[in-house]
């Protein structure tokens, strides 16, 4: 567009004499836009030559030699209405003496702020505000003091420098070369320093300045892009950021594709990269490209801010031994590490790498809850990396071990305490449990002849009486044969071990005969099916001890037994596991004598 009216305006001039004040108007516009300045002043100063009183030129000329701090040419164009503007030139005019003032007293802050709050903002596109400013914020950096935590000036002086080549691309070269040496060592953007470089010596190609960092970038490429990447990863991984919220775009191991053996090798075991005139013109003590590098970042803070302290301040050299500790550490050789790791000074963000042999000493000695503290005071991004998972994993497994033993455990503990409750269940039922339909075969009760809410003690005494009453030797009926009489004390002796056991008797007043193999619950049958239910059956045995105040054994003992035998004589009161044993009563004893 612009040079369609470019070429109106070659055609024929004097056709087009009403129309040139607006065509030069339109193509400044247009220039403006982008954002080339110089040649829009040119054609506004055509445009109000043609016709003064076009008044929209005229602001826009006035406007933008302000903003240039082109205050000799701009006082050409003021009239009595723009006191506004002669105002803000008398402003800017005191503040630039003032910041002039200050830089020659070396109150550096103070010519910053002269700058920054007057002459910036009323002249932003102002080259010597720029340059005073750049000044100015070259001595603060070169007497930071690096003991102490400030913020580093350097992004300041890339913004003036950027400024300062964008105003006036064909000024100064040494701008070029300045700006190349800060985004490289102190931002580490290679790619972008490389362009400002290239750009250098497209205006002039014999400039030595531009000339050396082309030949060092063409040598070290490679290097120096695996570098760039390296450092805009760790960006990501140790961003310090409110509530240590996630970055969306750390969502996989960045370092995967960086070779750390290339780099081990290139920096420390690789000759170094430079021409053999230069290799002779190197101090003795640069052994590899580590230490050229290093030399080349050293130069760069002697020439620019004249503080060798600096130096460790730098990102290019924080992130040269960054890579050097994790690439060894990926080696999996610790020792050489640790020459490099140590460099590393702690963060509100740790960098893992230097870490690693602790955490890996820990795990080695089963330390695990001490190996996962250390591990979880690193943020969200860096769990992302290879390095964490690789070592989280393992603490994860034992955690999950850990968990299966304890789940474990606890579905024991829940088995021992579900059959404890059956248990107890069945306990509690067995006592509440309803009377079986029918009951024990046997009616211990009525053979001891006494009621069924009878105490001990009318226990005992039934007892004694009916032992009394169906002794062999004392029973006074003919209706009993001997057999008969045997089997009665049996039936009485019986009932009374069961009756006069508290527990015994609660199970067999629930219908659960102790002496009966089918617990009451079989169906009806003889009693005792011929043979007594403590023979040596499946089911529970009794052992009849009868105790010092045995009513029978003191009864014996008096009258002496029969046939000479203690106790109950010849009645298999033993164990009963046995056949039944006879004891035949003698009649007319005397009559033998």
């Known amino acids: 567009m612009v040079r369609d009216l470019e070429s109106q305006l070659t055609i024929d001039p004097s056709n087009l004499k009403d129309h040139l004040p607006q065509l030069y108007f339109r ?6 836009n982008l954002h080339k300045e110089n040649l829009a002043i040119q054609d506004l100063k055509k445009c109000l030559d043609l016709d003064p009183v076009l008044k929209p030129a005229r602001t826009k000329l006035i406007e933008i030699l302000l903003e240039k701090g082109d205050f000799s040419t701009l006082m050409g164009y003021l009239t009595k209405e723009d006191q506004e503007v002669s105002k803000k ?3 800017v005019k005191q503040a630039f003496t003032n910041a002039e003032k200050a830089y020659n007293k070396k109150d550096f802050a103070q010519c910053v702020l002269e700058l920054e709050n007057t002459v910036i903002p009323i002249t932003p596109s102002n080259p010597n505000a720029y340059q005073l400013h750049l000044k100015c914020m070259g001595e603060i950096y070169s ?16 913004s003036d420098l ?5 105003l006036q691309p064909m000024s100064t070269l040494q701008w070029y070369e300045s700006m190349a040496n800060y985004l490289l060592f102190t931002e580490v ?3 972008k320093s490389w362009l400002f470089v290239k750009n250098c010596l497209k205006i002039d190609n014999d400039f030595k300045g531009c000339g050396q960092i082309s030949k060092f970038y063409v040598k070290f490429q490679k290097f120096l892009a695996t570098l760039e990447m390296y450092s805009i990863n760790n960006g990501h991984y140790y961003l310090v950021n409110d509530n240590n919220i996630q970055n969306q775009n750390v969502n996989e191991d960045l370092n995967k594709d960086i070779d750390f053996k290339f780099v081990a090798d290139f920096l420390l075991n690789d000759e170094v990269k430079v021409s053999k005139l230069e290799k002779k013109k190197l101090s003795s003590s640069i052994k590899n490209n580590y230490g050229y590098l290093l030399s080349r970042a050293s130069a ?12 460790n301040t730098l990102s290019f050299k924080m992130d040269l031994d960054r890579i050097l500790c994790e690439s060894f550490i990926q080696l999996n050789d610790f020792k050489k590490a640790a020459a490099y790791c140590s460099n590393i000074e702690d963060s509100e963000s740790p960098f893992l790498p230097k870490y690693v042999p602790e955490i890996d000493q820990l795990l080695a000695k089963k330390k695990y809850e001490e190996a996962k503290r250390l591990l979880e005071r690193f943020n969200v991004n860096v769990r992302r990396s290879k390095l964490f998972s690789e070592r989280y994993e393992v603490i994860e497994r034992y955690i999950n071990q850990q968990r299966q033993q304890q789940q474990q455990r606890q579905r024991q503990q829940q088995q021992q305490q579900q059959q404890q409750r059956q248990w107890q269940q069945r306990q509690q039922q067995q006592r509440h449990r309803a009377p079986p339909n029918s009951k024990p075969s046997t009616d211990y009760y009525k053979i001891l002849d006494i009621s069924r809410d009878a105490d001990e003690k009318t226990i005992k005494k039934a007892y004694r009486t009916q032992t009394l009453k169906y002794h062999p030797d004392k029973y006074k009926g003919n209706d009993l044969t001997p057999d008969q009489i045997e089997n009665k004390m049996q039936d009485i002796n019986q009932a009374y071990e069961v009756l006069a056991d508290k527990e015994l008797r609660e199970r067999y007043d629930r219908g659960d005969d102790p002496n009966d193999p089918l617990g009451g619950q079989r169906q009806q049958q003889q009693p005792f099916g011929g043979s007594r239910p403590f023979s040596g ?7 009849f001890n009868f105790g010092e105040n045995d009513f029978m054994r003191q009864f014996m ?13 010849g009645f298999g009161f033993g164990g009963f596991g046995g056949q039944k044993q006879r004891t035949y009563v003698k009649k007319n004893a005397k009559k033998s004598k």
């Open 27 to 32: 193509k400044a516009l247009i220039e403006i």
């Open 89 to 91: 030139i008398e402003l």
């Open 143 to 158: 007497k930071l003091d690096v003991t102490e935590n400030q913020q580093l000036p350097s992004k300041l002086i890339i």
């Open 162 to 166: 950027n400024k300062l080549i964008s």
């Open 189 to 191: 953007q290679f790619e």
């Open 300 to 311: 760069f803070v002697q020439t620019e801010l004249g503080n060798d302290k600096i130096l």
């Open 537 to 543: 059956g499946g089911g529970q045995q009794f052992q």
């Open 557 to 569: 003992k008096q009258k002496g037994g029969s046939g000479g035998s203690s106790g109950f004589g």
